[in-house]
C-alpha cells in the first residue's frame, strides 16, 4: 500500500514538474529574465538601451535619447520601445516579432550581472562582428 501510495505522489510530481518547463516553453533562460542597460555617451547626446526579458519569453526594447539636436543632456529628447517574443537554444539568443522589423539574432553570454550580445551588423562596406553589454538593473 505504501509503495503504491509513494507512487502516485512521484508522478503526480513529475507531471506537475513537467506542466511548469511547458508552460515557459522551449529556449527558457531563468538567468536572462529581468532588464538589461546600457549607456552610450556621445558628444551630441546621450543614449539609454533597455532590455527587459519576461517569464512568458516576452521582451520589451526601450532606447532614450538625451541631449540631441541642440538640447541639453539631461532632456528626453527622443524614444522608441519595440516588443516581441525572444527564444533561447544554447548560446542562441532569437528575437521575432519585433513591431516594425524583422527578426534579429545573437550569441548571449552572462557573467557577473553583465549580457554579453555578439551578432553581425551590415554598414555600408561589409559585415562585422558587433559586441554589446549591458548590466543588470533589477
Same mark, same amino acid.
Given at each position: 500500500?505504501?509503495?503504491?501510495?509513494?507512487?502516485?505522489?512521484?508522478?503526480?510530481?513529475?507531471?506537475?514538474?513537467? &506542466?511548469?518547463?511547458?508552460?515557459?516553453?522551449?529556449?527558457?533562460?531563468?538567468?536572462?529574465?529581468?532588464?538589461?542597460?546600457? &549607456?552610450?555617451?556621445?558628444?551630441?547626446?546621450?543614449?539609454?538601451?533597455?532590455? &527587459?526579458?519576461?517569464?512568458?519569453?516576452?521582451?520589451?526594447?526601450?532606447?532614450?535619447?538625451?541631449?540631441?539636436?541642440?538640447?541639453?543632456?539631461?532632456?528626453?529628447?527622443?524614444?522608441?520601445?519595440?516588443?516581441? &517574443?525572444?527564444?533561447?537554444?544554447?548560446?542562441?539568443?532569437?528575437?521575432?516579432?519585433?513591431?516594425?522589423?524583422?527578426?534579429?539574432?545573437?550569441?548571449?553570454?552572462?557573467?557577473?550581472?553583465?549580457?554579453?550580445?555578439?551578432?553581425?551588423?551590415?554598414?555600408?562596406?561589409?559585415?562585422?562582428?558587433?559586441?554589446?553589454?549591458?548590466?543588470?538593473?533589477?
Amino acid at each position: 500500500m505504501k509503495k503504491g501510495f509513494f507512487g502516485i505522489l512521484a508522478l503526480l510530481f513529475l507531471a506537475v514538474s513537467c &506542466t511548469k518547463e511547458d508552460e515557459r516553453g522551449e529556449g527558457f533562460s531563468p538567468d536572462l529574465l529581468g532588464s538589461w542597460s546600457q &549607456t552610450y555617451e556621445q558628444e551630441q547626446g546621450i543614449i539609454v538601451e533597455n532590455y &527587459t526579458f519576461n517569464v512568458n519569453s516576452r521582451f520589451e526594447r526601450r532606447i532614450d535619447w538625451f541631449g540631441f539636436n541642440g538640447a541639453p543632456k539631461t532632456e528626453l529628447t527622443e524614444s522608441s520601445e519595440y516588443t516581441g &517574443t525572444f527564444e533561447v537554444e544554447g548560446d542562441s539568443l532569437f528575437f521575432r516579432n519585433l513591431e516594425g522589423q524583422g527578426g534579429f539574432d545573437s550569441k548571449f553570454s552572462i557573467k557577473n550581472n553583465v549580457l554579453h550580445l555578439e551578432y553581425i551588423t551590415y554598414p555600408a562596406d561589409a559585415p562585422v562582428l558587433t559586441q554589446i553589454k549591458y548590466e543588470r538593473i533589477d
